[in-house]
């Protein structure tokens, strides 16, 4: 009998109509006969952003995996992307540059497509794709204020809620399974406790990462054409640098940085942190640029987990998913694609029915998050200041990218796979091939013949840097 049969008649309830909510409640409408998304806010009009969603001004970066499974369970996504004027990245080795330890890695086809498109316009079509599924609903500007549970708290059967647009007394609404995707402010820990199973486990490693936005009008000429460029710190360096071509014709450019090295939201002091980056690239195109909207500060604390997978008991009926479940820095670009995977996971767990759900889905769901845990987390912890646990793996880990970051100055395969990993198209090990290592040792030891004998190149280099008159190093 098909899931499709056994759950004829069955409602699920999605809290909260974040990315991760609305693939969550798109991977249950295939499973149960009614899905009703709740969510706190009012939505916005096209292109606008939501409330709930303060980094929505930012920048954001739809790794290939994630569009990947997006465009399985919404079919169409990508084409309708780039109709409504999202950048199409024909491949990402060829056409954003990467500085990393010192200098650009070397660029090459990976074979790596992208969509270059902001926050606002990326959730509002995928809300507006979810939302033509017949059997989902959603519920805007409501309050969720609990569980409902059965007399024994082994169940959770509905929630209790507020609906604004109808009136501010408070109602229930039943379910046969409830999941919480309402973000870092996740409220389940209270509930769970409540409910006598306890809190799980928590795992927080403050980065105190800070950052300001403006958004830009395009011009061909700008970066030669291409379609990004990406600063990014190496200790003891805190400072980071983006800019991304979005969708309107627009850049979006980002910069700030660690463990209070921030950027205000005062243009001039923008535009100043731009200039003292290591090259004056992205200066280059905003001295000048339209300015479009901006600059709009956000501020990121700390990296959390929530190790649901580890508590001995859980209720039936309701599954904690997304951000609620592990919140990580969002300069690495993994959260819209990790929930990704948590939506495949989740069908992949309905498929063989409800039993054990909760421990099935968090089991399976933890080890997609141990690959992004492992290397957002590794790389904050490359700062000797940022608190946290440094295992083995993680110190390994950081001595390895390092030297990767050496040999992908000179070698366009290294720096290939370095982006299949962090687009997660490939698994993490596969940089750790043989194949791989070896370009690795063959790249640090030139870099050893580069330092050692080209001290005076690399001082006139760092003094035309300096005075901005070098050539685009987009090779």
């Not at 280059?284 to 929530?306: C, M, Q, T, W």
């Not at 421990?359 to 998050?369: H, N, T, W």
């Not at 750790?432 to 050692?452: A, D, E, H, Q, T």
Request: proline content about 5%.
């Amino acid at each position: 009998m098909s899931n499709e049969a056994k759950n004829r008649g069955k409602k699920a309830i999605v809290i909260g109509a974040s990315m991760a909510g609305l693939l969550a409640a798109r991977v249950l409408a295939d499973h149960f006969d009614e899905v009703i998304i709740l969510e706190r806010d009012v939505f916005p009009g096209p292109g606008s952003n939501r409330k709930g969603v303060p980094q929505g001004k930012h920048t954001h970066v739809l790794l290939e995996r994630g569009r990947q499974i997006m465009e399985k369970y919404l079919p169409g996504l990508t084409d309708e992307l780039i109709q409504k004027g999202a950048n199409k990245i024909k491949d990402a080795g060829l056409n954003i540059s990467w500085f990393q330890n010192g200098q650009f890695n070397k660029s090459g086809a990976s074979g790596i497509p992208g969509v270059g498109v902001s926050r606002p316009t990326l959730e509002g079509t995928v809300r507006a794709h979810v939302l033509k599924t017949p059997n989902i609903s959603a519920k805007e500007n409501c309050k969720v204020l609990g569980l409902l549970t059965t007399t024994d708290n082994t169940r959770v059967t509905g929630v209790r809620l507020i609906d604004y647009q109808k009136n501010e007394a408070e109602e229930t609404l039943s379910a046969d399974l409830v999941v919480d995707a309402s973000g870092r402010g996740s409220r389940s820990p209270k509930w769970l406790e409540e409910m006598g199973f306890g809190k799980p486990k928590v795992e927080e490693v403050k980065v105190n990462l800070g950052y300001t936005s403006c958004f830009f009008r395009r011009e061909a000429e700008h970066l030669s054409g291409k379609d990004g460029l990406v600063f990014l710190s190496t200790p003891p360096n805190k400072r980071i640098g983006v800019i991304l071509a979005q969708d309107d014709n627009r850049w979006v450019v980002t910069l700030g940085g660690y463990l209070g090295d921030h950027v205000r939201a005062v243009y001039d002091e923008f535009q100043k942190v731009a200039k003292n980056l290591p090259g004056p690239y992205i200066y280059d195109v905003i001295k000048d640029a339209e300015l479009l909207s901006g600059p709009v500060a956000y501020k990121f604390p700390a990296n959390l987990r929530h190790y649901y997978e580890k508590l001995k008991r859980f209720p039936d009926g309701y599954l904690v998913f997304g951000d609620a479940l592990c919140s990580f820095n969002p300069i690495y670009g993994q959260g819209m694609t990790v929930a990704a995977m948590e939506a495949e996971t989740l069908g992949e767990c309905l498929q063989k029915g409800e039993i054990k759900l909760a421990r099935r889905f968090f089991k399976k769901a933890s080890k997609v998050i141990d690959l992004s845990w492992d290397s957002a987390v590794g790389g904050d912890l490359s700062f000797s200041e940022v608190e946290g646990r440094r295992t083995p793996l993680i110190r390994f880990l950081n001595w390895y990218i390092g030297k990767l970051h050496i040999a992908a100055h000179h070698d366009a395969k290294v720096s290939t796979a370095f982006l299949r990993v962090i687009n997660m198209i490939s698994p993490a090990p596969s940089i750790l091939k043989p194949g791989i290592v070896w370009r690795i040792i063959k790249g640090n030891l030139r870099g050893k013949k580069v330092r050692r004998g080209n001290n005076t190149e690399a001082r006139n280099v760092a003094k035309q840097i300096k005075a901005e008159k070098v050539e685009y190093p987009f090779t």
